[in-house]
């Protein structure tokens, strides 16, 4: 995966960079990676996260202080 950041980093500096003005370089290199970055989320979320997921459905019994004391000791 490093070998395919690198090869898109040198892909987006080499073309898309020549063009664009200095000063706004690092605006444009900022607005391409969180771009890349929520559509790997997107899609990771959308195919690859298992539905039916209840751990936060089923509710976590909070303790009190005196369970949370007897847990530490």
Known sequence: ???LGALASAF???T???TVKDDMKIYVQYGLISA???VI???YTCFFLKPGNE???RGIKRKNVKELVATAK
Do not use: E, V
């Open 1 to 3: 995966m490093s070998s």
């Open 41 to 43: 989320g997107i899609t």
């Open 55 to 57: 751990y936060y459905a």
């Open 36 to 38: 890349i970055i929520f």
């Open 12 to 14: 987006i500096n080499f």
């Open 16 to 18: 898309l960079l020549n």
